[in-house]
């Protein structure tokens, strides 16, 4: 594994350019996927339990991404003969489709970039979720501990929430759209919210208005 220097990547930086073996063949990340959104999903190990329900969740959800101009991208560490292996066996005991690459990050190069390695194991990366926007901005980034697969209904959710909140230059509440207080309305800047209650033009609290969308 090459010793490079972790990085910590943060919301709003830029999706490092970096060629990447998969299970379908060489990469260059973000460039293959400009134009669109894409959810780079890491997991620790191959053939682990928790791991592969995760894979076999992202698969059974991946129209709903692709219909939100997404795809979809595994990675771990391990090499990828063994990720060939593994897809091939989930596929014919789950049968289910996992079509979608996963990268065999064998040097840890770009999990080293992303800050993605386990920092007391090194040999293995975080159960992470990275969202990236058509522009190669990093956008979401979520950590999940070994013990707990993710909810991938959530991914869907934050995804959908950052095209709405992107398209309509709002920002949107806790549980969105399904709040428990305004529903699916979205949420009023607190300085709009305030000039326009001072021209009597909006009623309620400057720091919590909220509107249809
Ligand atoms: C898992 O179940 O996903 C898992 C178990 C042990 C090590 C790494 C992953």
Same mark, same amino acid.
């Given at each position: 594994?090459?010793?490079?220097?972790?990085?910590?990547?943060?919301?709003? $930086?830029? #999706?490092?350019?970096?060629?990447?073996?998969?299970?379908?063949?060489?990469?260059?990340?973000p460039d293959e996927y400009e134009g669109q959104w894409f959810v780079l #999903? $890491?997991?620790?190990?191959?053939?682990?339990?928790?791991?592969?329900s995760e894979l076999i969740s992202f698969a059974n959800r991946r129209e709903e991404f692709n219909?939100?101009?997404?795809?979809?991208?595994?990675?771990?560490?391990d090499e990828a003969h063994i990720h060939e292996e593994w897809l091939a066996d989930m596929e014919e005991k789950f049968e289910v489709n996992l079509d979608f690459p996963v990268i065999a990050d064998e040097e840890a190069e770009l999990a080293r970039?992303?800050?993605?390695?386990?920092q007391s194991e090194e040999a293995r990366t975080e159960r992470a979720t990275i969202i990236v926007d058509p522009e190669g901005t990093i956008r979401l980034i979520d950590f999940y501990p070994i013990?707990?697969?993710?909810?991938?209904?959530?991914?869907l959710r934050a995804l959908d929430a950052l095209q709405v909140?992107?398209?309509n230059d709002v920002t949107l509440p806790a549980n969105w759209?399904?709040?428990?207080?305004?529903?699916?309305d979205v949420m009023v800047d607190p300085d709009e919210a305030r000039e326009r209650d001072s021209k009597r033009q909006l009623h309620g609290d400057w720091w919590f208005c909220h509107r249809q969308l």
């Open positions: 594994m090459a010793k490079d220097k972790v990085t910590i990547r943060t919301i709003g $930086s830029t #999706f490092p350019k970096t060629e990447v073996k998969t299970s379908c063949g060489k990469l260059t990340l #999903f $890491s997991h620790p190990a191959d053939y682990t339990p928790v791991c592969t219909r939100l101009n997404c795809e979809l991208i595994g990675l771990s560490l970039r992303l800050g993605l390695i386990h013990e707990i697969g993710r909810r991938v209904g959530e991914v909140s992107d398209e759209p399904d709040n428990e207080l305004i529903g699916d």
